[in-house]
């Protein structure tokens, strides 16, 4: 709405600056030629007068015209489109909205937009801060002294569902992400084009792929024994996330309860509620599947043995802060600025036949 209003006052003062550059070009004209031309305008305006045409509504650029026009003639004997009091009207409102201008309150000055933008990101991402909690960070950790009257100014009006009165539901994940196993089945098709089961189960803490296994035929007696192989029944998880898959059968929940866990079934055809495991499978389609053409079983195992070992001790993760789920026994190297240390060199290994490589520091010989 306030683009279009500044739009309209654009263009009813490119009109006025029109009508003073043909006011200006009309006074190096001669007087005879200007009372020739304005009778015989007033000639063809007569034509319209007694038929009573109704005229089309003035917009604003003539309006503003004809009240500046009427300052330098006799206007109350050539007007006949409005009435004089119309006119009169007109003449107000321009001196009304004149001194709005000139009278507006001038107050403080606007607080620089990168601080405003940073308390609107800091009320999005702490929902139970108020306007003292963030002036109060702002001034004790930041040295950014704002009243709270002036942080509420800015921030953001529009609250979604809930904000203020719950937390969200990825820092609820987040928090809990440690008690938490997401698993799930997804296919892949040999070159034979038969149907093979790939079954993961993550770890979603740390994003390690805590099992792995493929099968032809998966059945639930098959899926309660890959559970067997990885709960111990004094693990740290406390909850099982999968979907509605007709191979988690009733005797396979039966038994991931009586291992210790809690099973969190997600609702029917609703994928992101895994999100966390749908990432894990779309991640070793794109990276890893996608890239390959698998012959058989026996293959698959071997591609995805190569793969989930560099998924888990040599890929950094994003959502990790660029860390890795199993950190390798020699620790990472301590930063050294934009430069390689002396006397070592960057060496790669390649992963799945060139497909990904991993890269560490190596001391040279001397």
């Not at 006011?23 to 031309?37: G, I």
């Not at 909205?97 to 991402?125: Q, T, Y």
């Not at 993550?202 to 059945?219: M, Y």
């Amino acid at each position: 709405m306030r683009k279009r209003l500044s739009f309209i006052g654009w263009r009813a003062a490119s009109r006025v600056l029109v009508d003073v550059v043909s006011f200006l070009s009309l006074s190096l004209r001669s007087r005879s030629q200007l009372a020739a031309e304005n009778l015989f305008l007033r000639k063809q305006l007569v034509l319209y007068a007694e038929r009573r045409v109704r005229a089309r509504r003035a917009d604003d650029a003539i309006r503003i015209t004809l009240v500046l026009l009427a300052r330098l003639i006799d206007w109350r004997a050539v007007l006949t489109i409005v009435r004089p009091d119309t006119l009169i009207r007109w003449h107000r409102q321009g001196f009304r909205l004149f001194w709005r201008w000139k009278s507006k309150a001038r107050g403080r000055p606007p607080l620089p937009v990168d601080v405003r933008c940073l308390i609107a990101a800091m009320a999005r991402a702490n929902v139970t801060w108020g306007e003292e909690r963030i002036a109060a960070e702002l001034n004790v950790k930041l040295g950014i002294h704002v009243s709270p009257r002036t942080v509420r100014r800015y921030m953001p009006q529009t609250k979604r569902p809930g904000d203020g009165s719950s937390q969200r539901w990825s820092t609820f994940v987040r928090n809990h992400a440690g008690a938490i196993l997401a698993c799930d089945f997804f296919v892949a098709v040999t070159a034979t084009f038969q149907t093979v089961y790939v079954f993961v189960i993550l770890e979603v803490g740390t994003r390690r792929i805590l099992h792995w296994s493929v099968t032809a035929h998966p059945t639930a007696a098959w899926t309660i024994q890959q559970f067997r192989a990885i709960v111990p029944g004094d693990q740290p998880q406390q909850f099982l996330i999968h979907d509605r898959d007709s191979v988690f059968a009733a005797g396979v929940e039966d038994a991931v309860t009586a291992m210790g866990l809690t099973v969190l079934k997600t609702p029917v055809r609703c994928p992101q509620a895994n999100a966390f495991c749908e990432r894990l499978i779309g991640t070793m389609r794109r990276e890893c599947l996608d890239w390959m053409i698998v012959l058989n079983e026996r293959h698959i195992r071997a591609v995805l043995q190569e793969w989930v070992t560099h998924y888990n001790r040599g890929r950094p993760h994003a959502s990790l802060g660029s860390g890795i789920p199993d950190v390798p026994s020699d620790q990472l190297p301590a930063g050294n600025g934009h430069r390689i240390p002396n006397r070592q060199r960057v060496v790669a290994r390649p992963i799945l036949g060139g497909l990904h490589h991993e890269y560490r520091l190596e001391r040279m010989a001397a």
